[in-house]
């Protein structure tokens, strides 16, 4: 759809590899997992788990005061977004463009918040409740202090799609730049939801992995015939898009450039993902891009590693490209730093730019016997070159059957 | 921990208050605390030393009250 042009001018991270771009990108593509077994809980029903957890310290780029009321998912996305204005250099002394909109994904809000409240409440039996309780648990925190924190005042959307949230984020944060409606939008989102009580609710879900006999940091493995579920993770990314005028008036550096962006629904069941509904997103995103499938070198997957999830994806490629479908580079890199559910969509497509920029596609880890029913072009071992590369997609398929998927190219 | 010491600490490590500042008669409002932050510690000194404040006696201006509020409940809770 023709409009004003749009690209990324900064990344951010707090993440499961750190928060050092170039470093996370590296580590990503030597297949270095972040992934550990990790003790959790109380100790009397606690359990050993598999998560891709941060060592999180804002240090002094939260006020000790400001800190009580955040929840962690909003510390996270106030530094990734200091960050990504930092790598854009649009920090000014401290402050971001106040005219800026934030859109921000996230799925669970402040968990860790809840599961607090509800602990002083059904365990000690006491009807009292710490003031903060609700503005922390709102999943409009991140975006909200990421405002405040950092004197944004444009439009602060939150979208709360599961793990679609952040990649529906970035996909309107395009739009409404492309549209005319802003100039520059922080987009991205934040996730911390490895309290125990949220952990406890994912295992029963039955889609999270088993330790593999290799190690905690093999145990996911989209698209392996050895796979048994996604390993969740935490942290948050944030991308500065700019209109093309403000980016180049500004001299800004060009990291990519977003050109399309497709969303649909599955109408179809809570937790069971849907060919269908995944191939429409890949069609209209395609579509509103105005690409034909054979410009696309590569697609950052959602594949989180479950038997159930990973072959429908596939097969919505086949269906969506066609015989281009053949030729298209895929890879999961929740292989290494695990599923950040409402920030994973913004992770993976901060990844995605940094692919299209070193014309590098990160692999699939512990991709070594490829399930026959995942039989396209699935990357594995170190990764892969191409001097090419010029279109990548980033999908994002939510439980829900909400499904997004989002089209770079290379700036 | 006393309750004294334990608010000391709070204050200074939680809520960045500056250590310099914190002596026994001033006041949480020149402590710089709002309202919200004022129960905040509240509940953290509850936690704390697993005791109920009432919200009636919730009236203490100064730390060294608020201590000996504290010290108070704690020893009622014992008895």
């Known amino acids: 759809m023709p409009g004003r042009r749009v690209f990324v001018t900064g990344l951010g991270f707090v993440s499961p590899h750190g928060e050092d771009p170039a470093a996370i990108f590296e580590k990503i593509c030597l297949g270095e997992s972040a992934i550990r077994m990790v003790r959790t809980g109380t100790p009397e029903l606690g359990a050993d788990v598999l998560l891709a957890s941060i060592d999180f310290e804002p240090g002094d780029r939260i006020a000790k005061a400001e800190r009580v009321f955040m929840a962690r998912a909003?510390?996270?996305?106030?530094?990734?977004?200091?960050?990504?204005?930092?790598?854009?250099?649009?920090?000014?002394?401290?402050?971001?463009?106040?005219?800026?909109?934030?859109?921000?994904?996230?799925?669970?809000?402040?968990?860790?918040?809840?599961?607090?409240?509800?602990?002083?409440?059904?365990?000690?039996?006491?009807?009292?409740?710490?003031?903060?309780?609700?503005?922390?648990?709102?999943?409009?925190?991140?975006?909200?202090?990421?405002?405040?924190?950092?004197?944004?005042?444009?439009?602060?959307?939150?979208?709360?799609?599961?793990?679609?949230?952040?990649?529906?984020?970035?996909?309107?944060?395009?739009?409404?730049?492309?549209?005319?409606y802003s100039d520059v939008v922080i987009a991205g989102g934040a996730e911390a939801m490895l309290n125990d009580g949220s952990v406890c609710a994912w295992q029963a879900v039955g889609v999270v992995a088993k330790e593999h006999v290799d190690g905690a940091g093999a145990s996911c493995r989209p698209f392996d015939l050895g796979r048994t579920?996604?390993?969740?993770?935490?942290?948050?990314?944030?991308?500065?898009?700019?209109?093309?005028?403000?980016?180049?008036?500004?001299?800004?550096?060009?990291?990519?450039?977003?050109?399309?962006?497709?969303?649909?629904?599955?109408?179809?069941?809570?937790?069971?993902?849907?060919?269908?509904?995944?191939?429409?997103?890949?069609?209209?995103?395609?579509?509103?891009?105005?690409?034909?499938a054979e410009s696309v070198g590569y697609i950052n997957a959602h594949a989180t590693g479950t038997p159930a999830g990973d072959p429908v994806e596939i097969e919505a490629v086949k269906r969506a490209f066609g015989p281009a479908a053949k030729r298209v580079a895929i890879s999961s890199t929740k292989s290494v730093h695990g599923h950040l559910v409402g920030a994973s969509g913004a992770l993976e497509c901060a990844i995605t730019t940094l692919a299209l920029r070193e014309r590098r596609i990160p692999p699939t880890a512990n991709l070594t016997e490829a399930d026959p029913t995942c039989d396209l072009d699935c990357v594995a071992g170190a990764g892969r070159d191409v001097p090419d590369l010029e279109v990548a997609l980033s999908n994002s398929f939510a439980f829900g059957g909400s499904n997004a998927t989002l089209v770079l190219r290379r700036a | 921990m006393t309750p004294y010491a334990f608010m000391v600490e709070t204050l200074a490590e939680k809520y960045d208050v500056?250590?310099?500042?914190?002596?026994?008669?001033?006041?949480?409002?020149?402590?710089?605390l709002d309202s919200l932050t004022v129960v905040e510690l509240l509940f953290d000194v509850e936690d704390e030393f697993e005791i109920e404040v009432p919200e009636e006696r919730a009236t203490f201006e100064t730390l060294a009250e608020a201590a000996a509020l504290v010290e108070e409940l704690v020893q009622a809770k014992g008895a």
Request: proline share 4%.
């Open chain 1, 74 to 180: 909003a510390q996270m996305a106030v530094v990734a977004t200091r960050n990504a204005l930092d790598n854009s250099g649009l920090l000014v002394e401290g402050l971001g463009p106040d005219e800026a909109g934030v859109y921000m994904g996230c799925g669970l809000g402040g968990a860790e918040i809840l599961q607090q409240a509800y602990s002083t409440y059904f365990g000690r039996r006491r009807r009292r409740s710490r003031p903060t309780t609700v503005p922390l648990i709102m999943a409009s925190g991140p975006a909200s202090q990421v405002c405040m924190q950092l004197g944004i005042r444009g439009p602060a959307h939150t979208y709360s799609i599961a793990c679609a949230s952040s990649s529906v984020a970035i996909g309107e944060a395009f739009r409404s730049i492309r549209d005319g």
């Open chain 1, 229 to 292: 579920g996604l390993v969740l993770g935490e942290g948050a990314a944030t991308l500065i898009l700019e209109s093309e005028e403000r980016a180049v008036s500004r001299g800004a550096e060009l990291l990519a450039e977003i050109v399309g962006f497709g969303a649909s629904s599955d109408a179809h069941k809570l937790t069971e993902p849907s060919v269908d509904g995944q191939e429409r997103a890949l069609r209209n995103a395609l579509k509103d891009a105005g690409l034909p």
């Open chain 2, 18 to 32: 500056g250590r310099d500042s914190i002596t026994p008669e001033a006041t949480l409002a020149e402590l710089g």
